[in-house]
């Protein structure tokens, strides 16, 4: 019985110390959320109103564009997925691992050739376990991603975009990230960066009741959507950066509470099986102090006839 005692002090130590950590975990990751809120929030405007310059030059010119003009046969597209460096964050990975893998297999459906790009470690070597080819790759960034990171990302896939199809580059440029909806709610989305949808553009002026206004542009509106091109990919991808930080973070902070309050209930399994033991304990030493007592006094009954 002893053993089994000091076996299960010893589990409890144990668990306690992981609670102590998992509980530390979840209270940083609340106190990051915050912070990444705050960015999204910052972000928005800018975002927005690039939205509205790239859509306002679009519908007042008729100039052939990547940033606006679809190809008649996409051949090429490539993916942006955004995944953690870190894991103890529930689904949150894997959620939005799946929703790439849906969406390649879509475009490969439709006969088009995928280029992936990948941020974090965790898609990193979900696709390098899996051999598969990743065009290129960005991590140590996600937890606090910043502006230049955006840039950095956005540079090759700027340059893809920009290129001939027959020359290595692409007709279409997808990102893959985690939308933050709230602090319990995150979902993965998919979305089309380039070409961009003008008829769901101003379908969503359109619902605003917001008249766009009309512009000249000099030199030319195509020189206009060359300098908008960097600039809107690298919003579009920064925002999404920011959105997927804030849902990691409240991924672990839920994960880390859900392991907080396991750890405690399966703490109070194994006080209430070692004050059982105890109690086993306790009883067999007293039924082996009140046997030896009987067996004394017989002996010294039968000592006295």
């Given at each position: 019985?002893?053993?089994?005692?000091?076996?299960?002090?010893?589990?409890?130590?144990?668990?306690?110390?992981?609670?102590?950590?998992?509980?530390?975990?979840?209270?940083?990751?609340?106190?990051?959320?915050?912070?990444?809120?705050?960015?999204?929030?910052?972000?928005?405007?800018?975002?927005?109103?690039?939205?509205?310059?790239?859509?306002?030059?679009?519908?007042?010119?008729?100039?052939?564009?990547?940033?606006?003009?679809?190809?008649?046969?996409?051949?090429?597209?490539?993916?942006?997925?955004?995944?953690?460096?870190?894991?103890?964050?529930?689904?949150?990975?894997?959620?939005?691992?799946?929703?790439?893998?849906?969406?390649?297999?879509?475009?490969?459906?439709?006969?088009?050739?995928?280029?992936?790009?990948?941020?974090?470690?965790?898609?990193?070597?979900?696709?390098?376990?899996?051999?598969?080819?990743?065009?290129?790759?960005?991590t140590g960034f996600t937890d606090s991603p910043t502006y230049a990171d955006a840039k950095r990302v956005a540079a090759p896939l700027i340059e893809a975009v920009i290129t001939e199809t027959a020359e290595g580059g692409v007709d279409e440029l997808h990102i893959v990230f985690t939308e933050f909806v709230s602090m319990m709610t995150q979902n993965p989305v998919e979305n089309r960066m380039l070409p961009l949808s003008l008829d769901?553009?101003?379908?969503?002026?359109?619902?605003?009741?917001?008249?766009?206004?009309?512009?000249?542009?000099?030199?030319?509106?195509?020189?206009?959507?060359?300098?908008?091109?960097?600039?809107?990919?690298?919003?579009?991808?920064?925002?999404?950066?920011?959105?997927?930080?804030?849902?990691?973070?409240?991924?672990?902070?839920?994960?880390?509470?859900?392991?907080?309050?396991?750890?405690?209930?399966?703490?109070?399994?194994?006080?209430?099986?070692?004050?059982?033991?105890?109690?086993?304990?306790?009883?067999?030493?007293?039924?082996?102090?009140?046997?030896?007592?009987?067996?004394?006094?017989?002996?010294?009954?039968?000592?006295?006839?």
């Amino acid at each position: 019985m002893g053993a089994q005692l000091r076996v299960y002090k010893r589990r409890i130590r144990a668990v306690t110390a992981t609670k102590k950590i998992t509980k530390a975990m979840e209270m940083i990751a609340a106190a990051r959320i915050v912070k990444a809120q705050r960015k999204v929030a910052a972000s928005m405007p800018y975002a927005n109103e690039l939205n509205r310059a790239v859509t306002a030059v679009a519908t007042g010119s008729d100039t052939d564009h990547p940033l606006t003009t679809e190809a008649e046969t996409p051949t090429r597209a490539a993916i942006l997925l955004v995944t953690s460096d870190r894991g103890l964050a529930g689904g949150y990975s894997s959620n939005v691992l799946k929703a790439a893998e849906r969406l390649t297999e879509r475009l490969r459906g439709e006969g088009k050739e995928v280029d992936t790009y990948i941020v974090g470690r965790k898609g990193v070597a979900y696709y390098g376990f899996r051999e598969r080819k990743i065009a290129d790759s960005w991590t140590g960034f996600t937890d606090s991603p910043t502006y230049a990171d955006a840039k950095r990302v956005a540079a090759p896939l700027i340059e893809a975009v920009i290129t001939e199809t027959a020359e290595g580059g692409v007709d279409e440029l997808h990102i893959v990230f985690t939308e933050f909806v709230s602090m319990m709610t995150q979902n993965p989305v998919e979305n089309r960066m380039l070409p961009l949808s003008l008829d769901k553009v101003e379908k969503e002026e359109g619902a605003k009741a917001e008249i766009l206004p009309l512009f000249e542009f000099e030199p030319s509106a195509e020189d206009v959507l060359d300098a908008l091109l960097p600039r809107y990919v690298e919003s579009r991808i920064y925002n999404a950066l920011l959105q997927a930080a804030a849902s990691e973070h409240a991924a672990r902070r839920r994960a880390m509470k859900s392991a907080t309050d396991n750890a405690g209930d399966l703490i109070k399994n194994l006080s209430r099986l070692a004050n059982a033991a105890r109690q086993a304990e306790i009883t067999q030493e007293i039924s082996e102090i009140v046997g030896g007592s009987s067996a004394l006094a017989d002996a010294n009954a039968g000592s006295d006839k």
